[in-house]
């Protein structure tokens, strides 16, 4: 799975503009001074257009802010829980793993009685 590198996304957004004002720079990627905050903040993920934008003004990669991950969805999905949430989620997948680990040893159990 791919993530998307917000972090290194906002840094390098800030970065480029340096010390332009928002509202100066925000015009050159024909946006609103407030979604610019916002995508600086992390706090808006870039339309795939914006961010094409952003890349070729800085002559960025696409690709250098999409990460490879072993993390299944369910991990992506945890941070994006509230904390009661996650420890509710926590455990039910602790008891499935349970679950699966009892069943596996009743197989283990009927096969050597076979």
């Known amino acids: 799975m791919k993530t998307f590198d917000l972090q290194k996304f906002c840094k390098d957004l800030m970065n480029l503009r340096g010390k332009e004002s928002q509202q100066n720079f925000a015009e050159k ?11 600086e903040t992390g706090k808006q993920t870039p339309s795939l257009d914006i961010f094409n934008r952003i890349c070729n003004l800085g ?19 945890m941070g994006t829980l509230e ?32």
């Open 29 to 39: 990627l024909q946006i609103n001074r407030s979604t610019l905050s916002l995508l």
């Open 59 to 77: 002559e960025f990669q696409p690709n250098d802010y999409f990460n490879d991950t072993d993390n299944d969805a369910m991990i992506y999905l």
């Open 83 to 114: 904390e009661a949430d996650k420890e509710k989620i926590m455990s039910m997948m602790e008891r499935i793993k349970i679950k699966e680990k009892y069943e596996i040893l009743a197989r283990r159990c009927k096969s050597e009685k076979n």
